[in-house]
């Protein structure tokens, strides 16, 4: 058995554990948020078969956008924090996944 934790964006999460649970996979979905961007994210965690994980893990991608954004910097050069100091551009969306092996699990 496999725990597959995939940290995807807030935007694609809908559409991807819809796209898991329609293939027959079982999603939990947890709230979290990124430490560079400190933006929303969602943590996806799916229970596999060894033998699904490739599957699971092509939805994952599949359904995962990355998408360019710009974000103000933290630099403030003397104006202070907030939106009209520099900008720089970022890639944000896609996956991260993690596969863990799970020693046992139970289900009541």
């Known amino acids: 058995m ?3 934790l995939a940290i995807i964006n807030n935007d694609d999460s809908a559409v991807v554990s819809s796209a898991l649970t ?5 999603v939990t979905k947890l709230s979290t948020t990124g430490g560079f961007l400190m ?3 969602t943590t996806l965690l799916v229970g596999s078969k060894k033998e699904d994980v ?3 893990k092509e939805i994952i991608r599949l359904n995962s956008q990355t998408r360019k954004k710009v974000k103000p910097t933290t630099m403030s050069y003397g104006v202070g924090l907030h939106d009209s ?3 720089i551009e970022v890639k944000v969306g896609g996956a991260t996944i993690f596969v863990l092996d799970v020693e046992e699990t139970e289900k009541y």
């Open 22 to 26: 329609n293939e027959g996979f079982i």
């Open 39 to 41: 933006v929303g994210n």
């Open 2 to 4: 496999k725990l597959i």
């Open 85 to 87: 100091g520099p900008k």
């Open 54 to 56: 490739a599957r699971a």
